[in-house]
């Protein structure tokens, strides 16, 4: 099967690294010809933090490239690149459109999450702020690979040292997170808990957030 937003032939030629954790990046994993209906379709999001999917309005091409993440195809691409079984395993989806300051510290993700998938959904980066940075330690400049977020994934299995972040920005950066997760018991508990950040950031975005973050 081809999907039409995803480009798998790409994901298959992409190398996966193994060191210091496993990971690979694919640059123009979003196939350009869709990428004006992405734009116009996005969710529209005023307020920095990743929401459920659910949380936002959007047109019916981003629902498009939704409906792609969650086929068959895309989940059997994973589990032969990283030698993996994922089948039975919940996925939970979120999407970014705002950066603060305080976003990008540097951390591994929770143990609940097995492979991270982040999708990068801006058709410029000037700024060098902003970029991933995939790290051997909990040190922003002692990094293996560096990507600029445009239209590009990055996708790595969890560990103890799946350490990552990036240099501050403030503004618009578009992004879809993919994660497979252990349980249904843990997707849902973190869909809620993104959902009452949200309300709090909301109601008191006037204030900051520090460094809370939900990993």
Same mark, same amino acid.
């Given at each position: ?20 954790? %496993?990971? !690979? *990046?694919?640059? &123009?994993?979003?196939? /350009?010809?869709?990428?004006?209906? $992405? ?17 936002h ?28 079984d ?16 305080? %976003?990008? !510290? *540097?951390?591994? &993700?929770?143990?609940? /999450?097995?492979?991270?998938?982040? $999708? ?20 922003l ?24 972040g ?19 018991w ?30």
């Amino acid at each position: 099967m081809t999907l039409r937003y995803l480009d798998l032939e790409a994901f298959r030629s992409a190398p996966l690294t193994r060191d210091p954790f %496993d990971y !690979l *990046i694919v640059p &123009d994993f979003v196939r /350009k010809e869709v990428r004006e209906t $992405i734009n116009r379709d996005y969710p529209k999001i005023s307020e920095r933090g990743s929401y459920p999917v659910a949380m936002h309005a959007y047109g019916s091409g981003f629902q498009e490239l939704l409906d792609e993440l969650e086929t068959r195809e895309f989940r059997l691409e994973f589990e032969k690149k990283f030698g993996i079984d994922l089948s039975g395993r919940p996925t939970m989806t979120t999407v970014r459109g705002q950066c603060a300051a305080e %976003d990008g !510290l *540097i951390h591994t &993700d929770s143990k609940n /999450k097995i492979i991270a998938v982040l $999708i990068y959904m801006n058709s410029t980066w000037e700024a060098q702020g902003g970029r991933l940075r995939l790290l051997r330690s909990n040190n922003l400049e002692d990094m293996v690979a560096e990507v600029s977020p445009t239209w590009t994934l990055v996708a790595f299995r969890r560990a103890h040292n799946s350490w990552h972040g990036h240099e501050p920005f403030v503004g618009e950066r578009r992004l879809v997170q993919m994660h497979w997760v252990t349980s249904e018991w843990y997707r849902t508990t973190q869909v809620l808990r993104h959902h009452k950040s949200a309300m709090f950031k909301r109601m008191f975005g006037a204030l900051s957030f520090g460094r809370w973050r939900i990993t």
